[in-house]
């Protein structure tokens, strides 16, 4: 006798199968689990891409100025870009317009040596490059990119720090080049942050709204409101431990702080 029509119904799976992620036991997380296989693959592929492009810019670059280097006809180099972009934008699109050769030959300038090129682009993507590109001495593009790998900034906290003069305000740029050169080369090589390269004079804290003429108090309470923003102004190493905290040097116990003499605590750490 054949199942009556409700039973047979009633025994049919819903439409579109079970749901994975109501399921127990093993199932129960496989949705999940295949969902971050995807995300990190995807993140993968684009991190791929982007130091493919920024290797290619940057070899691109080099080559157009090998050649105008090797001419030295007045005029043959924005002749030669023109007639590249020109046929380049015909066979593979407008990012080869004249302005974003112009950008490859200056990214070849400004960062000549490609082993320090290479320890770059696995962090900085090609709109970081361009961020730095402007900038016209090489030891102060050398501490924003070196600084922008060691503390993963996104485009738009390097462009901030640029505009913020944070280069200028550290005390590494009053040293002579030579020595400004070595802790680069020892931030490159080891990724020592040395005091020279996080503390600042001035700090900029205008976006903290005290008056000009203020007590402590307000201070402190301006600080802890633009937390944030206070703390990424210092720099690297400081963390906020308590509003107020008793610390203890040298046998001595005492309301401590490292932000001016306001009794928020913004400690000094260094993480090593």
């Not at 810019?57 to 180099?77: F, M, N, P």
């Not at 023109?82 to 950008?103: D, I, M, P």
């Not at 960062?111 to 090609?126: G, K, M």
Request: net charge positive; with cysteine; aromatic share 8%.
């Amino acid at each position: 006798m054949s199942p009556s029509p409700s039973r047979s119904k009633k025994n049919l799976p819903a439409a579109g199968g079970p749901s994975v992620r109501s399921a127990k036991g093993p199932a129960a997380g496989l949705l999940d689990d295949i969902e971050r296989l995807i995300r990190e693959a995807r993140r993968a592929a684009a991190a791929a891409v982007n130091v493919s492009l920024t290797m290619l810019y940057w070899r691109i670059g080099k080559r157009i100025r090998e050649d105008v280097l090797a001419s030295r006809r007045a005029g043959y180099g924005e002749a030669i870009v023109a007639t590249l972009s020109r046929q380049l934008v015909a066979q593979h699109g407008r990012g080869f317009e004249t302005k974003n050769l112009h950008r490859m030959l200056q990214f070849a300038e400004a960062f000549p040596d490609e082993a320090i090129v290479a320890t770059l682009w696995r962090q900085l993507s090609w709109s970081h490059f361009r961020e730095l590109l402007p900038l016209k001495r090489p030891l102060q593009r050398e501490f924003y990119a070196e600084m922008c790998r060691i503390e993963g900034w996104s485009v738009r906290t390097l462009s901030e720090r640029i505009d913020s003069m944070l280069y200028e305000r550290t005390a590494l740029s009053r040293k002579p080049d030579e020595l400004i050169r070595a802790e680069l080369n020892a931030l490159r090589s080891r990724g020592d942050l040395a005091p020279v390269l996080v503390l600042k004079d001035p700090y900029v804290l205008d976006f903290l709204g005290v008056a000009d003429r203020y007590v402590e108090r307000d201070l402190e309470d301006a600080i802890l409101r633009e937390l944030e923003g206070f703390l990424l102004e210092l720099g690297a190493g400081f963390a906020f431990i308590a509003r107020q905290k008793r610390i203890q040097l040298d046998g001595t116990t005492s309301t401590s702080t490292c932000c001016s003499s306001t009794a928020c605590c913004a400690a000094w750490w260094r993480w090593s």
